[in-house]
Structures are given as structure tokens and as C-alpha cells.
């Protein structure tokens, strides 16, 4: 497995460091396997090879070329592919943006699909976006076109891969650790989470907004809001306003935290807000539902497909401050509401995204591809 593997196993920065360890762990529980975890990381002088978490992890040199570049032509690539072939496994499952330029190797190869970037860096708007976001869009449908084996973690990268790929296409969800569905949710009145980074895709901005008009209208609430401050002004935008609304007293910026931190943040949660402005299949959202919080997401791109309007949460436009804000009321006033979305989106959850259930359906597809080859 190629991917991104936290150096500190407690506290993985962002879903895919997050996917991974949780589906390491889970496959390492199955029998008849040996898996292998191979990452490149900036500023390592020398390969690095140890035991953890049932698995070996490699951890090679990463590149100082910008990404962009490095998994076309850059030495990152090139360490990569020629460590792949020495170890020789017999599949290599990818979840990170190599495998769109990594080329022919001699054994079967899956991928993984966590995000796009185009879009990511579009919804950002972050530097130079005008340029970046249509050179990312042609290195993945170049990317895409090469793959012969591809896993959707949503219908929402089915629907857009399909018309670039002639690959095989996988259904299986991300996983979430099974110590979310241990969580004990005992939740504090009014309290509502929102976990991501504090940047303008992830609309905190726009959370900040709608959550002053609950205030407003004479709930007691409270919000906390867990997420590494990535773009600076943009954060400094989100404090000033919490100042401006005179919200210091409602609303507390908890940084990144780790694991544990935020099951308990889940575990005190009436309600889980992340009206994000794009998104595929965020962890966050899998996690809130696997512990019994009921949630309030977008109506874009991939959250659609994990929250069931009316049953499991609601789903709002990221623009719309006033649905948010009425959303938010209703479930905050509505007990017998939010215990009633809490058991469905902890059912869907113990179905669809638990780790047990997700390295069991990734095996299988090894499995295949493997058979396939021979």
C-alpha cells in the first residue's frame, strides 16, 4: 500500500493519513496477508523500515519538487517506482496522487481516489489557483485513462471518473476506527462540532455566520470548531468575526487536536456542522455518525451521498447562511428529532463505513485483481 502513514499513529493530519491507519490496522487483523506500507516524506535523508501496526512501513525520501511535477518526472517518482519493483509485492494499492503518474509496473496496482485536486484547489482559491486548478484537471484525466483498477469511495468520483477511465471501478467506502462506534455520546445541550481545517473551502466562515443567527434567536449554544488553521488571513478573518458578533463567549477554536480529542468532542455533540464548500468523502462526517451524531452537511459533491436528508441529518446549501442557521435551531430545539437521526446515521454508519467491513471488501478486490493477472 502506497499512501501518506502518520509518523505520530495518535494524531493523523487529515482523512487520508486517517483512512490508512485505520484500514492498516483493520486488514493486519485478517489472516494469510504480509502488508506493506510504503510513503515518501519530505526531508528524510535515508530509508527508514519498521514494524507497526501489523504492517512494515517504508518510509523513502520524499522529492522537493512541487507535487504537480514530482509524480510526472520527479525524483520522487522515480525512488518510488524503483522501490516498488525491488520489493516486488504482489498488489499495490494506492491512495495518494502517484498512482496517477507512477506508469507501468509489473504487478497489478489499484487506486484509491481521495480528492480532486482541481477542485480542492479551485474551491481554495488559494495561490495562483487560475492556473493550478485546469494543469491538476489535466494531469488526472491523464492519470485516470492509465488506471485499470480503480476504488470509488462515493458515487459522487463514480459518476465523475467514469467518462475519463476505462478501468474496473470498486464500490467501497472510507473506514472509520472502530473506537468511534465505543464512544459514549452523552451530548451537552446546544453544543455543536464541526471538525476540519479552518480554511475557505471547509466554509468555517460561512458556520461562523449561520451560527450567530441561532445565537440570535435565543438558543443557548454553543460551538466548537476543531481544525489546523491553514490559511492564515483566512483565519484571522473567522476570529475577527467571532469578535464582531460578540461570539467569544459561544464559540471556541480548538486548533487541530488529535483522535482522541475529537471522539470526545463527538461524544458531548448534539449536532455535527461542516457545510463545506467541496468535498468527496469526508471523515469527519463517517466518524460523527458512527458515534450517534446526527448531521448537518452540503448539499455538494460527495456529502449527498453519505447523509440521507431527513433521516440521518440535513443537507443545506454552503452559500444558504439562513437554511444553515435554520437547520441548525431545529435540531438543537428538537430533541426527539436528533435522537431519531442519531440511531439512523449510527446504523448506516456500523454498515457502510466500518473498518472490519472495509478491509474485508479491499481484500476481496486484491484478491480478484491478482486472480485477474495470472
Known amino acids: 500500500m502506497f499512501s501518506r502513514f502518520p509518523q505520530d499513529r495518535s494524531a493523523p493530519r487529515g482523512g487520508v493519513e486517517a483512512v490508512t491507519l485505520a484500514l492498516v490496522r483493520a486488514i493486519s487483523r485478517l489472516d494469510d496477508l504480509d ?70 509496473l509489473p504487478m ?37 485513462s492509465r488506471q485499470r483498477h480503480i476504488i470509488s469511495i462515493t458515487p459522487y468520483v463514480k459518476e465523475y471518473i467514469r467518462p475519463l477511465t ?35 473551502r471547509k466554509n468555517t466562515l460561512g458556520l461562523v455566520m449561520a451560527f450567530a443567527r441561532v ?78 451524531v446526527p448531521v448537518i452537511s452540503s448539499n455538494r459533491c460527495g456529502m449527498p451521498y453519505m447523509v440521507q436528508e431527513g433521516e440521518t441529518g440535513f443537507l443545506v446549501d454552503p452559500e444558504d447562511c439562513g437554511t444553515l442557521a435554520a437547520r441548525i435551531r431545529q435540531m438543537l430545539t428538537d430533541k426527539p428529532l436528533r435522537a431519531k437521526m442519531a440511531g439512523a446515521a449510527r446504523r448506516v454508519a456500523e454498515s457502510r463505513f466500518h473498518s472490519d467491513s472495509v478491509a474485508r471488501k479491499t481484500v476481496e478486490v486484491y484478491r480478484e485483481i491478482v486472480s485477474r493477472s495470472a
Request: aromatic share 8%.
Open 215 to 292: 445565537v440570535r434567536s435565543g438558543v443557548d449554544a454553543s460551538l466548537h470548531v476543531a481544525g489546523e488553521q491553514r490559511e492564515p488571513a483566512y483565519a484571522e478573518k473567522v476570529k475577527e468575526t467571532i469578535g464582531e458578533l460578540g461570539l467569544t463567549d459561544h464559540i471556541v477554536l480548538l486548533g487541530r487536536i488529535g483522535p482522541d480529542a475529537i471522539r470526545k468532542e463527538l461524544g458531548e455533540a448534539s449536532v455535527f456542522a461542516l457545510p463545506s464548500r467541496q468535498e468527496n468523502a469526508p471523515m469527519a462526517i463517517a466518524e460523527a455518525m458512527a458515534v450517534g
Open 166 to 200: 476505462q478501468a474496473t471501478i470498486y464500490d467501497i467506502d472510507n473506514p472509520v476506527d472502530p473506537a468511534c462506534f465505543a464512544v459514549e455520546h452523552r451530548e451537552v445541550p446546544g453544543r455543536v462540532f464541526s471538525a476540519g481545517w479552518v480554511t475557505h
Open 108 to 144: 497489478p496496482c489499484v487506486f484509491t481516489i481521495h480528492g480532486f485536486d482541481h477542485a480542492n484547489v479551485r474551491a481554495e482559491k488559494g495561490y495562483l489557483a487560475w492556473l493550478r486548478a485546469p494543469l491538476w484537471r489535466r494531469i488526472q484525466e491523464w492519470g485516470l
Open 35 to 104: 502488508l506493506h506500507v510504503v510513503t515518501l516524506e519530505r526531508g528524510r535523508r535515508q530509508v527508514e523500515v519498521a514494524r507497526q501496526d501489523g504492517a512494515t512501513i517504508h518510509r523513502l525520501p520524499g522529492s522537493r519538487w512541487p507535487q504537480m511535477f514530482d509524480i510526472l518526472a520527479g525524483p520522487g517518482r522515480r525512488r518510488l517506482k524503483q522501490y516498488l519493483r525491488q520489493l516486488a509485492p504482489d498488489v499495490v494499492h494506492f491512495h495518494e496522487t502517484y498512482g496517477l503518474g507512477i506508469g507501468e
